[in-house]
């Protein structure tokens, strides 16, 4: 009776539709251009085959992630050097991570549909943002610009129901009036027209809100 229980226990848990997909996935690893801190890589993957970002870090580093999918069931884990157990779970915590004191080593960034669009066979298009910055054991200089713009457009790409790509940003960043950071930029709806909108970023770089400039931009 024991041995039944524990066989439909552990048949629930495969076929429980929020778990991740992890059958038949590739690495892929990113490649930062000499100087730079930040590195973006875009792919897609289908079904159950998944993919794995690996890049190397060193101890003390800060590192921010960002990830932009195409389909709301597609979600990125990210695992620590040597670890098994995920420090960061998509489907829980969202689409960026962030950490303050990175370890020596490869980290990997797991790519994957949800078990239940898995099964659909669905696709996911997706762009990861990467960015190491601060010397080994000091302090980071923040997210950058570079950055910011991703932060802005996989922000504001859901609320005017478009693709990222549709959104247009200027290439200065201003001071905000609350003393943050602010991004204007528009958005092409296609038949609706083109919106104005604007990003805004607290001081310390963090993300705050999108603004609609164009009264009917919503």
Sequence with gaps: MIARLLIIGWAALTMAPGLPAHAQDRTVPVR?????TAATVKGAIRGDRGI???FETVAGQTLQLLFTPSNRSCYVNVYAPGSDEAV???SVAGNEFGQTATRAG?????VYLMRN?????????H???IEITGTPGGSSAGMSDAM???RCRAEAAPMYGVAPRRIALASRIATSAEGGLQIDGTVDKGREGVKKLRCLFTRE????????MTPDGR
Excluded: K, W
């Design 117 to 125: 669009a898995a099964r659909r066979n669905e696709t996911c298009r």
């Design 88 to 90: 960061h779970i998509g």
């Design 52 to 54: 794995n970002y690996t």
């Design 32 to 36: 930062f251009q000499p100087g730079a």
């Design 148 to 150: 910011l713009r991703d």
């Design 205 to 212: 770089r963090g993300f705050d809100r999108v603004m609609a």
């Design 127 to 129: 762009t990861l943002s």
């Design 106 to 110: 490869t980290y990997r960034a797991q």
